[in-house]
């Protein structure tokens, strides 16, 4: 059984992991509205994938204590650019790295080697999700004039 204090900030991640899921929708909606469908593909699969993240944490929570789920805040709905939307990604993951580090540090100070192995994933998988957004970031910089953002979107869109 997980303590009350990891419990709870398990609870807090699920929720933020959600909230990550209907961001990268936001994002997809925006790039459905300009046009940009190889990148709104690429936001939609990015939701699907904290989906994931989210189901792996309600799984955990409901075998070790109780998932309790909350409302969502909402996602913004507008960006400068698709640029500026990529950065707030990479942010955003970031924000989300740091949250998961906090989870470990509550495990290992819980004394909970078993939910510390299980965030080793996570930890494993935000150094791949930083990556990709970063990777989209550096593309986006040098896709300064229309042709070329028609070839970043386009080739978003075999993700």
């Known amino acids: 059984m997980l303590s009350t204090k990891m419990e709870d900030v398990l609870n807090k991640q699920l929720n933020a992991e959600l909230?990550?899921?209907?961001l990268y929708l936001a994002m997809a909606a925006y790039f459905d509205s300009v046009k940009l469908l190889g990148m709104s593909h690429w936001m939609r699969k990015q939701a699907e994938e904290e989906q994931v993240h989210a189901m792996k944490l309600l799984d955990y929570l409901g075998q070790n204590g109780r998932a309790k789920l909350t409302a969502i805040d909402g996602p913004p709905?507008?960006?400068e650019s698709p640029l500026a939307?990529?950065?707030a990604?990479?942010?955003h993951e970031k924000k989300v790295t740091g949250l998961i580090h906090g989870l470990v540090h509550v495990a290992k100070a819980e004394n909970d080697p078993a939910t510390e192995q299980f965030l080793a994933w996570?930890?494993?998988e935000q150094v791949e999700e930083e990556e990709s957004a970063e990777k989209v970031v550096k593309m986006l910089a040098s896709a300064a004039d229309p042709t070329k953002l028609a070839a970043a979107d386009a080739q978003l869109a075999n993700r």
């Open 19 to 22: 909230y990550s899921s209907y």
């Open 77 to 79: 709905a507008e960006w």
């Open 85 to 87: 939307v990529f950065s």
């Open 89 to 91: 990604v990479l942010a």
């Open 122 to 124: 996570f930890v494993k």
